[in-house]
């Protein structure tokens, strides 16, 4: 298992600074998480054993975004509850209390996490070191699980894609946006499909019956722009600055899920019904004002410390560099192939 | 609330790397501590509505200590309830699953702690960022606590310590060891009075009827070295590098309580009762080998911060790198005036 954490710290390159996008996302779900909070949450039976509501964020990083995203579920969670307790004779007067468990893998920034947590917090915080492909709870110990491009990252590359004999052989590029051979699509799918089986199966030990997970994850729109990362490594390979052999050997294990493929794994699965799925086109403001640099230092902080990783600090920022200076080409390319950016939200149920 | 968080990172003066007086005491209290488990603990009542333990340890620092403690309180509680287990017909047959929450200050090291936990753990390991003196979990929540070395932290330190009209000023001194002025002892006693019920208050809160608290703090031996650090201040002070009255502006905020001390204040609060208590002496090493540099490194990363913190790093670390340069003088010290040195141990149900 490999982690790729976000770019620590709260410096100008960080994640912390630098997470416009995934605020988007966080508020462009913001009403469907409320709603199916609202609409398909059975509080009888999940807190029958419970007074306490139990709750993760997968793949947390280091906020802020975890905590809007968090203290909008606490309330939705609270208002569902006083509807629930309005309708019920007898019902314990006792407001719930929440536990929220923040998780993300161990090379996570967690002093940053702790040290950013809201004073004014109506729950209490804990930190979950640990990849969320594997077990991190109690079994039947948890209500509510919330992910956003959590489950993008891959547990790892097939290997297929950095094979010269397989015919999913992805040479030049870096990840499958850009490349016409659907044999990588494919590849990238089937390692999506497994991860999704154990994210699932975990899941399924820890959450209790009739509890919830909420996944979202980026759909269109500037997902597309990962291909510049690698124009700008295959400069410096063109250059000669870098061996074509190391772009070759390198792919982001980043899988952009549609509703088709979402639904796939989770049938295959089994053990989650789908409450609710949907696209959500987002309004962004960085695609209104054309903001490419912004858009672009945004994806640098998830994806700069993978790429070093790999092709080692000086070319892996080197390449990261380009790529925001080549915010004038990115701007054209946007104004002519911009998807309108939309989110993937889906709210499955265990069963 | 002030935190005063041991040295950090992994450094030739953290922590982590000289924490061979905790780890003394550590080992020292861990036959008391599996005894109290085994005779003490009421299973069936902790029990009775988890199959699984909640456990914290509150100010565990960064590790490794708090490990090897954590370890053998699982091995202890796992043992108890297979004893229970073949007492009891018709008892449920899972092995109860085991959460450990890591509490320590919000400014703790807590990327140290997550990245040195045990590969082979056999529990569920979280964070809680935090002061002890306020609360951390849910209502009725915890099963067992441990806290080794940390209610000797005071939540602060005493006004009339640095009054210079109180009759309990400190004059020239840095800590009640080695004052003569029994006004000094009676304010640092107060300050832990008043702390230790606000701890009992809200551990009663958090703690489930029949759950335990076990307690662990330094009692006699090395509590005196600290002396030594004080003199290093006034040696600095006496050669004009610093003012005086900053010197008699700080107190360490360490208080050491007897075993008189405890039972008041465990009587006064009234939420839980004494199952053990005992002092016990430790075979130390470091006593034997007459090792005073290595006993001084140890206090040193306990302490350093705090001294930082007010005299500035300048001063603070010369003050504490003079107080190791005695460790000839110190180790003389310790032939003639060294007391065998001892822990309290104390083992408190929920009443």
Sequence with gaps: MTSFPMNAGDGVYSYSKNSQLHKEMIDGAKEMVIDAIIQKLDIKTILSSSNTFHITELGCSVGPNTFSAMQYIVE??????????????????????????????VTNDFNILFRSLPFDRSYYAYGVPGSFYGRLFPSRSIHFAHSSSGINWLSKIPKELVDEKSPAWNKGLIHYVGASNVEVVNAYFAQFEKDMEIFFNVRAEEIVQGGMIVLITAFSGYIRLLKFFGSSLMDLANEGKLDESLVDSFNLPLYYPSPQDMTKVVRKNGLFSIERMELI??????????????????????????????????????????????????????KVN??????????LKRK
């Excluded at 969670?77 to 006792?94: A, E, G, R, S, W």
């Excluded at 911009?338 to 709210?347: C, D, N, Q, R, T």
């Design 281 to 334: 086109n987002i309004k962004s403001n960085l695609v209104d004002e054309a903001d490419a640099k912004t858009l672009m230092m945004s994806l640098r902080s998830s994806i700069e410390g993978i790429i070093i990783n790999h092709f080692g600090s000086k070319i892996g920022e080197e390449a990261c560099a380009r790529t925001i200076l080549k915010s004038e080409e990115i701007s054209e390319w946007m």
């Design 76 to 105: 939705a969670l609270t208002d569902k509850y006083l509807l629930y307790q309005d309708q019920v004779i007898n019902f314990t007067n006792n407001i719930p209390e929440f536990q929220i468990f923040f998780n993300d893998h």
């Design 338 to 347: 911009y998807e309108k950016p939309s989110i993937l939200f889906v709210a």
